[in-house]
């Protein structure tokens, strides 16, 4: 009796942890914008582009409790969605975003270098996301570059659907821009760097 329930409660458990199994989720980003307030002293234009360097597309992987991979994507240009949120932080610091221009002065690139989230299948769900930035800005013939980095982590009592992944996503990359685009950036673009 003992060992027919116990096949009927594994059978059972296989068939719920089956049924959370997930296919390919696309993630709808929208990072913060990093905290500035005023430095330029008005709304002096800077060229803006962010540039996705990374190999691969995909943003990372689920892992199902069957052990079955889903990808995660993201459901919109990564590159235009860091690039939106970079733009608030500059209007924030007092600078109006323009279209990049190689001749434009002061100007600015960030490269995404890095962005991976891993979810490992587990009691709970562990979440790992790596975001590495870069920047070139250039000012008065001069040329600035930097890097910001970040890994956060997060647990779940379930699978995480496609917003709570993006959920954790958003911080990280909105975590690095705050350390890429701080007053030490901004105050070179103004030219008193």
């Known amino acids: 009796?003992?060992?027919?329930?116990?096949?009927?409660?594994?059978?059972?458990?296989?068939?719920l942890l089956a049924a959370?199994?997930?296919?390919?989720?696309?993630?709808?980003?929208?990072?913060?914008p990093p905290a500035t307030e005023g430095i330029a002293g008005g709304d002096q234009d800077v060229g803006l582009q962010v540039v996705d360097r990374r190999s691969q597309s995909d943003l990372g992987v689920l892992e199902n409790p069957n052990r079955s991979i889903?990808?995660?994507?993201?459901a919109q240009d990564l590159a235009y969605s860091v690039q939106l949120a970079a733009a608030e932080g500059l209007r924030g610091?007092?600078?109006?975003?323009r279209l990049w221009d190689?001749?434009?002065?002061?100007?600015?690139?960030i490269g995404i270098e890095t962005l991976r989230h891993d979810v490992a299948v587990g009691i709970p769900y562990d979440l790992t996301t790596r975001v590495k930035l870069s920047a070139v800005a250039y000012a008065?013939?001069?040329?600035?570059?930097?890097?910001?980095q970040t890994t956060r982590t997060a647990q779940r009592a379930l699978p995480p659907n496609a917003e709570a992944n993006a959920e954790v996503v958003d911080a990280a990359i909105s975590e690095a821009l705050d350390r890429l685009l701080n007053q030490e950036l901004a105050a070179f673009l103004t030219g008193r760097g």
Not at 140 to 148: I, L
Request: aromatic fraction near 6%.
């Open 1 to 15: 009796m003992k060992q027919t329930l116990r096949i009927v409660l594994l059978i059972t458990a296989t068939a």
């Open 20 to 32: 959370c199994s997930q296919g390919t989720q696309n993630l709808r980003l929208s990072p913060a």
């Open 70 to 74: 889903v990808r995660l994507v993201a």
């Open 93 to 97: 610091y007092g600078f109006t975003p």
């Open 140 to 148: 008065n013939g001069e040329r600035f570059t930097s890097q910001a």
């Open 102 to 109: 190689d001749g434009r002065q002061p100007r600015i690139e």
